[in-house]
C-alpha cells in the first residue's frame, strides 16, 4: 500500500471500518502498531508475536498468538492454521475485543456475546472437533498454572477434572455409569460461561491508545 | 415481642433511679464507692454495733457496665423479637422498626422523670461506628470495587461536594429572606450545615441495601460511595468549622483546604495500608498461637483507626484500607477455625452497633433539645432531596462517556434513591459548639428530620420500589470453578492483547500488580508454602473444602450438596482408555471359560455389576462369610495346578515348585477377594468375599506388585489369599497355615489380566 494520505488507502480503511466496526482513526492507530510489529512488512508472522517482550511472561501466550493464526475466527468460514497473516486478518481478530456500542439493541448485544465466547471456544478447541475435551481443558489449566511449577500440573489434573464435572452436571444432569461425556461443546459453554457478563468484560479501551508508548 | 421489651425497659428503669440519670452514658464516672466491700470498713468499734449486712445493695460500683450491658441486651432482644414476627421484618426496614423502638424508650425515660442519655459523640465514633465500617472494610468485594473505582469517586468526591455547595448556599438563600426570622444563620454556618447533612451514610445504607439484595454493581456503587465519602466530609466539616470561627475565607483558605482533602484521605489509606501490612506480617508467625489470631486482625485495624484520628485523618479509610489490604495474606495464613471467628465476630458486632446506634437515634430524638422551625426544616428535606437526584443525574452524565456498562435511568434512580442519611450526620451535628453555633438545636432537629426521613420513607419504600421497576437483584449462584478458571484466562488475554496492541491500559498494570504482589510481597506476609500458591488453586482448595464440610454437615453424603441432583460421576468424564491394555488379549473361548466359572460359583452372590468391562469384576460379600472357605490341601494342589493350567488368568503365578501351598498373590491393594469354594475339585471354585466399588482409576498392574504386598492385612483376613510366592512374608505364613492344615486362598480383585508379581517373573512366564 503507498503513502496513507492517498484515497486508495483511505478507501480501504473505510472498508474495513464498515467491516469490522471499528472507527477510521482506530484503524489507522492499529495499522501502525502492524506496521511496527511487522518491521514494515505486509505479512505477520508468528515470531513477529513471539518478539513481543511483554508478552513473554504471559503464561497463555502460545495460545494468544495461535488464535491470531486460526482461521476460524477470520469470519471466512475455513479453519486451519494461517501460516502468516495480513493487517485484514488483524483487524478481524481484534475485533473481537470492542466493547458493546451504547444503542444495542438485545439482540445485538446476544450476538456479541455468542460472537466472543465463539472466538474463546476456539481458542479451547484445538483440533476443532466442535468440542472441548478432557484433554483439551486440561491444557488449558496447565498453561495457565505453567508458572507456578510442580504443584501446578498435579492440581491441574484435579481442578479439570472437578471443572469437567461440573459442566457435564449442569448441562447433561443425569447420566447412567456407562455414559460418557465427550466434552463441552458451545451450547454447554455458552451455559457455563453465563455467570460473567462477556459482553461487557471481553474488551480492550480502544479509545485512548497512545502511539507514543508503543517503544515495544 | 414488645411487651418483653416493655418489661425490660421497666427493669432497667427501676434500676436507674437509684443510680445517676441524665447524662450521656459512658460519661458517668461510674466510679462507685470502693470504700471497702459490704460495710467492713475497719471502723471496728462502729461495726461491732450493726448486725453484720447479709444482703446488702450496692449498685453504684457496677452502675456503668451494668447499664451498658443492659443496653446491648436490649438492642439484641429487639433485633430477636422483630424476626419472631414474620410479616413485620418483610415489610418494614430493621432500621425503622429500631428508631421506633428507641423513640419508646425514650419516652418511657421521659415519662419516669429521667432524662435519656443521648448518643455522645465520643461513644459514637469510638465505640459503635468502628465495627461497622470494618465489617465492610474486611468483606469488601474487591473485584467489582476496583472496576467501579472511578465511579464511586466521582460519586463519593464530586457528588458530595455538589449537594454540601449546593444545600448550604440554598438555605442561606433561603434564611436571608425575611419573614423567616432566621437571619442569625449565616453562610458559614449554613455551609457547614450542608457539609454535615449531605454525607450518604454507610450504616443506613448497609441497613437498608442489605434487606433488599440488588445486583452488585448497585450496591458497591451506593456502599463504595458512602465510604469514600467521610474524607470529603471531615475535611469539610473542620474547614467550615475553622471558617465559621475564624469569621472569614481567603483563597488561599480554598486552596489549604484542597491539599487538606488530599492529605486527610491519602493519609488515611496509608495509615490504613501499614497497618494492614503489619497485621498480615504478624499472622506469619501465629501458627503456633491459633488462638488468638483474631485479636491480632480487630486489634490492629482498631489501633489504624484511632492512629488516623489522632491526626484527624480519615478514619474510616484507615479502617477500609487496613481491611481490605491484610484480608488476602491474613486468610492465607490462618486457621480456618480463625477464619470463622473473625467473621462471626464481626457480623456480631457490627449488627450489635448497628442496632444500638438506631435505638439510640430514636432516643436521642426524644431527649434532645429541639428547636423546630418550620422553614428550615422543610426547606432542608426539600433541598437534600433535589440535591441528590441532580447531582447523581447530572454526574452520570459524564461518567457514562467513560463507563463501559452504561448507568440506565433505572440504576440512576435507585443510587439517588439509596442517599440515606444516618447517625454519623447526628453525630457530627451533635459535635457542634453551642458557643459558635446558637442554631445548633435548629440544625439538631433538622438534622433528625432529614434522618427519619430518609430512613422511614426511603428505607420503607425502596423495597418495593426495585421490585417495581424489576432491578436486577443479586445472583445467588456461587463462583463455580469454570468462572473462575475463564476469568483468570480473561485477565491473561486481555492482558496479552493489549502487550500486543502495545496499548498500556489497566489490563497492563494489573498484571503488573499482581506479578509484583507474587513475587516479593507474598512471600514476605505469608507463611511456608502458601506463599506460592497461585489463585486458582487457592479457589480449588477452598471450595473442595467447602464442599466436604457441606457433605459432613448434610450427614455423610447422602444428599449431594448440589443445586441439581445428577448422578454424574468421574467415570462418566474419563476419556474411554481404548488402547491401553498393558495386558495381552484373552482368546474368546479363554473368557467364555472364565465367565462359567465365575458365573457356575459365585452362589448367592448379589452380583451388583454395575458395569463390566473387562478391566474389573465387582461384586458383592459372600453373606456366609468366609468361614467356610477352608479348603483342603489336595484341593488346593489340584487348584493350583488348574490355576497354571488356565495360565493364570485368574490370579497369580503358579505356586512355586517348593511350596505345596498354594500360591498367594496379591492382585490389588483393596481387600477385596473371592474365595474358593469347597465343592467342586475339577473346577477352581471362586467365592466372592467382598466387594468394593469400582475406582475409576485403571489399576496399573505392574505397580501393584512392585507395591510392598501388605502381609498384616492379609493376616488378618481369614479369607483365600494369593500371594507371590517368594516374598518372604508369605513364606512364614504359607509355613503357618501349612502347619494349621488350613489353607486359604483369597483373590482379591480379580482381574482378568493380572500381571505378574515383579519378583516372580523368574517363574513362569506370566503372558504367553
Redesign the interface.
Given at each position: 500500500m503507498g503513502a496513507f494520505h492517498s484515497n486508495p488507502a483511505e478507501q480501504t480503511y473505510r472498508d474495513l471500518a464498515e467491516k469490522t466496526g471499528f472507527s477510521v482513526e482506530q484503524i489507522w492507530i492499529l495499522h501502525n502498531r502492524f506496521k511496527q510489529l511487522s518491521h514494515d512488512e505486509e505479512m505477520l508472522r508468528r515470531d513477529d508475536f513471539k518478539a513481543i517482550p511483554d508478552l513473554a511472561c504471559n503464561p497463555i501466550r502460545s495460545q494468544i498468538i495461535e488464535a491470531f493464526f486460526d482461521q476460524r475466527n477470520f469470519q471466512t468460514n475455513s479453519d486451519g492454521t494461517a501460516h502468516e497473516i495480513g493487517f485484514e486478518e488483524f483487524l478481524t481478530v481484534m475485533s473481537y475485543f470492542r466493547p458493546p456500542s451504547l444503542n444495542m439493541t438485545q439482540e445485538e448485544k446476544e450476538d456479541l456475546r455468542r460472537a466472543k465466547l465463539r472466538f474463546l471456544f476456539n481458542m479451547h478447541d484445538t483440533d476443532n472437533d466442535g468440542t472441548i475435551t478432557l484433554e483439551e481443558y486440561r491444557h488449558v489449566v496447565e498453561e495457565l498454572l505453567s508458572r507456578s511449577g510442580a504443584i501446578g500440573q498435579e492440581t491441574a489434573k484435579g481442578i479439570t477434572d472437578a471443572a469437567m464435572l461440573e459442566v457435564a452436571s449442569t448441562s447433561v444432569g443425569h447420566m447412567g455409569p456407562d455414559d460418557v461425556y465427550e466434552g463441552i461443546t458451545f451450547e454447554h459453554f455458552l451455559k457455563i460461561l453465563k455467570g460473567i457478563e462477556i459482553e461487557s468484560r471481553m474488551h480492550i479501551r480502544f479509545l485512548n491508545m497512545d502511539t507514543t508508548v508503543l517503544c515495544k | 415481642m414488645t411487651s418483653r421489651a416493655m418489661t425490660l425497659a421497666g427493669l432497667f428503669l427501676l434500676l436507674l433511679t437509684p443510680g445517676t440519670g441524665g447524662s450521656q452514658v459512658p460519661g458517668t464516672d461510674g466510679a462507685g464507692d470502693h470504700g471497702g466491700p459490704h460495710g467492713l470498713d475497719g471502723h471496728g468499734a462502729n461495726a461491732t454495733n450493726k448486725a453484720f449486712p447479709v444482703l446488702s445493695f450496692d449498685y453504684k460500683h457496677v452502675q456503668m457496665p451494668f447499664e451498658i450491658s443492659l443496653w446491648v441486651l436490649l438492642a439484641s432482644l429487639m433485633k430477636l423479637g422483630f424476626h419472631l414476627i414474620p410479616r413485620l421484618s418483610s415489610i418494614v426496614p430493621e432500621s425503622c422498626l429500631l428508631i421506633v423502638v428507641g423513640l419508646l424508650v425514650g419516652g418511657l425515660i421521659r415519662v419516669v422523670g429521667e432524662d435519656p442519655p443521648i448518643l455522645g459523640s465520643q461513644l459514637f465514633f469510638l465505640c459503635l461506628l468502628p465495627p461497622i465500617i470494618l465489617d465492610a472494610g474486611y468483606f469488601l468485594p474487591i473485584r467489582p470495587f476496583t472496576e467501579n473505582v472511578g465511579t464511586i469517586l466521582m460519586f463519593a468526591v464530586v457528588g458530595t461536594l455538589w449537594n454540601a455547595f449546593f444545600v448550604g448556599g440554598l438555605l442561606y438563600g433561603v434564611c436571608q429572606l425575611e419573614g423567616t426570622h432566621l437571619g442569625r444563620v449565616d453562610l458559614m454556618a449554613c455551609l457547614l450545615f450542608g457539609s454535615i447533612i449531605s454525607a450518604v451514610d454507610p450504616v443506613a445504607v448497609l441497613a437498608v441495601f442489605e434487606e433488599i439484595h440488588i445486583n452488585e454493581l448497585l450496591h458497591i456503587l451506593v456502599f463504595g460511595e458512602s465510604l469514600l465519602n467521610d474524607a470529603v466530609t471531615v475535611v469539610l466539616y473542620h474547614l467550615f468549622e475553622e471558617f465559621a470561627a475564624a469569621g472569614g475565607v481567603t483563597i488561599k483558605d480554598v486552596f489549604l483546604g484542597i491539599v487538606c482533602f488530599l492529605v486527610v484521605a491519602l493519609g488515611g489509606i496509608l495509615v490504613g495500608a501499614i497497618y494492614g501490612v503489619l497485621a498480615a506480617f504478624t499472622s506469619r508467625f501465629t501458627s503456633h498461637t491459633r488462638v488468638i489470631e483474631p485479636l491480632f486482625v480487630f486489634l490492629y485495624s482498631y489501633m489504624a483507626y484511632l492512629s488516623a484520628e489522632v491526626f484527624h485523618l480519615s478514619g474510616i479509610m484507615a479502617l477500609i484500607a487496613c481491611g481490605a489490604v491484610m484480608r488476602p495474606y491474613v486468610e492465607a495464613n490462618i486457621s480456618h477455625k480463625s477464619h470463622t471467628t473473625i467473621k462471626y465476630f464481626l457480623k456480631m458486632w457490627s449488627s450489635v452497633s448497628e442496632t444500638l446506634i438506631f435505638i439510640f437515634l430514636g432516643v436521642s430524638t426524644v431527649a434532645g433539645q429541639h428547636h423546630w422551625n418550620w422553614t428550615f426544616v422543610i426547606c432542608t428535606v426539600i433541598l437534600c432531596l433535589v440535591a441528590r437526584v441532580l447531582g447523581v443525574v447530572g454526574l452520570t452524565f459524564m461518567i457514562n462517556k467513560f463507563r463501559?456498562?452504561?448507568l440506565t435511568t433505572k440504576d440512576q434512580f435507585i443510587i439517588a434513591y439509596g442517599g440515606l442519611r444516618g447517625a454519623i450526620a447526628f453525630s457530627l451535628g451533635y459535635l457542634l459548639d453551642k458557643v459558635h453555633f446558637p442554631m445548633r438545636d435548629m440544625f439538631l432537629t433538622a438534622i433528625i428530620t432529614v434522618i427519619f426521613f430518609t430512613v422511614f420513607v426511603q428505607g420503607m419504600t425502596i423495597r418495593p420500589l426495585v421490585d417495581l421497576l424489576a432491578v436486577k437483584k443479586k445472583?445467588e449462584?456461587k463462583?463455580?470453578?469454570?468462572?473462575e478458571?475463564?476469568?483468570?484466562?480473561?485477565d491473561?488475554?486481555?492482558?496479552?492483547?493489549?502487550?500486543?496492541?502495545?496499548?498500556?491500559?489497566?489490563?497492563?498494570w494489573k498484571d503488573k500488580l499482581n506479578?509484583f504482589n507474587k513475587k516479593y510481597v507474598k512471600k514476605c506476609l505469608i507463611a511456608g508454602e502458601r506463599s506460592?500458591?497461585?489463585q486458582?488453586?487457592a479457589f480449588?482448595h477452598k471450595?473442595?473444602m467447602k464442599q466436604a464440610i457441606e457433605l459432613v454437615e448434610s450427614g455423610g453424603g447422602v444428599k449431594i450438596p448440589?443445586a441439581?441432583p445428577?448422578?454424574?460421576?468421574?467415570?462418566?468424564?474419563?476419556?474411554?482408555k481404548p488402547t491401553e491394555r498393558a495386558l495381552p488379549q484373552l482368546s474368546k473361548s479363554r473368557e467364555e471359560e472364565i465367565r462359567k466359572i465365575l458365573r457356575t460359583n459365585l452362589q448367592k452372590t448379589r452380583q451388583r455389576l454395575?458395569?463390566y468391562n473387562r478391566h474389573t469384576l465387582v461384586a458383592d460379600p459372600y453373606e456366609d462369610g468366609w468361614n467356610d472357605m477352608f479348603l483342603k490341601r489336595r484341593r488346593v494342589m489340584e487348584l493350583g495346578k488348574k490355576i497354571s493350567e488356565l495360565n493364570n488368568y485368574l490370579t497369580v503365578p503358579a505356586p512355586a515348585p517348593d511350596s505345596p501351598t498354594m500360591a498367594r498373590a496379591r492382585l490389588a491393594s483393596d481387600p477385596q477377594a473371592w474365595s474358593i469354594k469347597p465343592k467342586s475339585d475339577s473346577i477352581p471354585t471362586i467365592q466372592v468375599d467382598l466387594a468394593s466399588p469400582q475406582s475409576p482409576d485403571s489399576v496399573n498392574m505392574v505397580d501393584e506388585f512392585n507395591k510392598p504386598s501388605k502381609p498384616t492385612e492379609a493376616e488378618e483376613e481369614e479369607g483365600l489369599m494369593m500371594k507371590a510366592p517368594s516374598s518372604s512374608a508369605d513364606q512364614k505364613e504359607r509355613k503357618r497355615d501349612k502347619e494349621d492344615g488350613v489353607e486359604q486362598q483369597r483373590l482379591a480383585r480379580c482381574l482378568s489380566d493380572p500381571g505378574p508379581s515383579a519378583e516372580d517373573d523368574e517363574d513362569e512366564p506370566f503372558l504367553p
Open positions: - | 463501559i456498562v452504561k445472583q449462584t463462583r463455580s470453578i469454570n468462572e478458571i475463564h476469568t483468570q484466562f480473561l491473561h488475554l486481555l492482558t496479552g492483547i493489549e502487550d500486543i496492541c502495545g496499548h498500556y491500559g489497566h489490563h497492563h506479578r506460592k500458591e497461585p486458582l488453586i480449588y471450595m473442595e448440589s441439581m445428577s448422578t454424574v460421576s468421574m467415570q462418566n468424564i474419563q476419556p474411554k454395575r458395569s
